[in-house]
Structures are given as C-alpha cells and as structure tokens.
C-alpha cells in the first residue's frame, strides 16, 4: 500500500526546523524525487569547471562542499529513515553539518565524481522508498530531540535538495 506516501506530514512528524523542506513538496513524493534527481543531475552538469571552488561570500561553503553536503545530508537522511522504518526505538542522533563538510575532504574531487555519486544515492533512495508498506510511512522515532516519521523524512530530503538547488542556482551560478 502506497498511499500514505503522499499525504503531506503535519507537524509533530518532524522538527518546526524542517518545515521550510516540507512545505516545498507535493504531489507523489517518489516522482517527485525521481524528477529532481534528474534536474539536479543535469545542473551538476552544468557547472563550469572554473566555478567549482567557487564562494559566493567568505566563509561560505564553494560548490564542491555544498554538492559533498547535499550527498551526506540525503544518507543521513535515508539512514534516519530506514532505521525507523525497521522499527528503531533508540533516539537517533543529529549531525554538525559543518564538521561534516570540512572532513569531507571534497575539494579534490572531480565533478564526475560528484555526478556519479549522487546517481547512485538518489536511485538507492528511491529504491528504499518505493518499496516501503503504507505503514512503514507512518512509523516514528525520535531524531536529535523531536519525533520524526519516515513520510517526513521523504519531504524533507526533497526540499533539503530544493532549498540547496536555489541556492546554487542563484548565488553560484546566476
């Protein structure tokens, strides 16, 4: 059963943080994903090799770390909610996305690499997703302090994507 996929999460199913994601998703969450998959793929394509290292201001992330974020952000993100989904009751924890990005040691590498690695994580996500029951959408855990359902942990890697491809669209490349 599929349905519950696409029932928007209401709050309480995640952290009021997330709301800004979740708002930016509708539609059936698995196309949804399957087409931005696509859509990011080719705007990883689309930037120039000498933009890469690129910051839009001091202290920001350039394009390599925002892309090497994005890719750890929806891991993170599918492990949360492959791990409530087989019925975790143990509190998962947050992640400094800083720390994260600054030992992500993404400056060296290629575009392809990038392009590549984000192919396969979105396709093993939409693999995750796609056979889930209706049940396993509404299962819930607690996630660094505030419950979270495996539904809005969906939304929420949709619009983490959403929100960084504007982003990247208007302050890298524009």
Request: net charge negative; charged share 30%.
């Amino acid at each position: 059963m599929k349905a519950d996929q696409n029932k928007r999460p209401e709050k309480g199913e995640y952290n009021d943080y997330y709301h800004q994601y979740v708002t930016r998703i509708s539609g059936d969450t698995c196309q949804y994903l399957e087409r931005q998959g696509e859509s990011f793929a080719t705007l990883i394509n689309s930037v120039p090799e000498d933009k890469w290292d690129y910051r839009y201001a001091e202290g920001k992330w350039s394009i390599r770390e925002l892309i090497g974020h994005i890719l750890d952000g929806e891991r993170i993100f599918v492990y949360r909610a492959l791990a409530i989904a087989r019925g975790e009751k143990e509190s998962l924890p947050g992640f400094d996305e800083n720390a994260y990005v600054a030992n992500g040691r993404f400056a060296h590498r290629s575009a392809e690499s990038f392009y590549k690695e984000f192919i396969n994580i979105r396709q093993s996500t939409l693999d995750f997703y796609r056979y889930l029951d209706g049940r396993d959408w509404d299962r819930s855990c607690v996630v660094n302090g505030h419950p979270m359902t495996v539904r809005a942990i969906a939304y929420i890697i949709g619009g983490h994507l959403a929100h960084h491809m504007e982003i990247l669209s208007e302050r890298y490349l524009d």
